[in-house]
């Protein structure tokens, strides 16, 4: 934390980084502890995430609101799922793991289509606008309720399920997109 507050040069951005850290860090820990499930590789994406959020501290207007919750969340899944590429990249899967997997359960083939999918499906998502990618990702990546998200982002749970809708059907818009320029060519 000490090398945080370094960062920042003037006294309140200090004090609005420390309690941002102390009000939204232990969330933000679970969040990436839930996606790279490594407790080292999360405290280092909190740390990569708070280093990220001084850089945009200007953005914060009130600390102990829905909408920080969210800035911050998604700032650490966004980062947590960059970490995991990451490392899914550099480390293939040693052999001795290879003959671990059950012969009853999915194929290593199945599992790798499954991680190309999910890849090409996060890659979708991105290219979502921000007000669709963020609601589609704190419910489908956060299981987060309508409930939950429309605490977050400040709105009606009925606009919450309206915008879900719509960010789905955005998505299948640009799958369906796709699929169709795959087709021509």
């Known amino acids: ?59 914060i207007n009130e600390v102990n609101c829905n909408r920080t919750r969210a800035y911050v969340v998604i700032i650490i899944r966004n980062i947590s799922i960059d970490i995991y590429r990451r490392r899914k990249k550099r480390s293939g899967l040693p052999l001795e793991e290879i003959e671990k997997f059950p012969e009853s359960g999915p194929s290593l083939e199945e599992l790798v289509i499954d991680n190309t999918m999910f890849d090409a499906m996060v890659t979708k998502i991105k290219e979502l606008p921000a007000h669709y990618a963020d609601i589609i990702a704190l419910k489908y990546f956060y299981h987060y309720d309508y409930e939950e998200i429309a605490l977050i982002l400040k709105i009606s749970v009925k606009n919450a399920r309206i915008r879900m809708y719509r960010a789905k059907q955005s998505l299948i818009r640009l799958i369906s997109q796709e699929q169709e320029v795959a087709n021509n060519d």
Not at 8 to 24: A, C, D, I, T
Not at 35 to 57: G, K, P, T, V
């Open 1 to 59: 934390m000490l090398f945080f507050l370094a960062m920042v040069l003037n006294e309140p951005q200090r004090s609005k980084l420390e309690e941002v850290y102390h009000r939204h860090g232990p969330s933000m820990y679970r969040v990436a502890l839930r996606i790279l499930n490594d407790e080292h590789l999360a405290q280092d994406a909190l740390h990569e995430a708070f280093i990220r959020i001084s850089e945009n501290l200007g953005k």
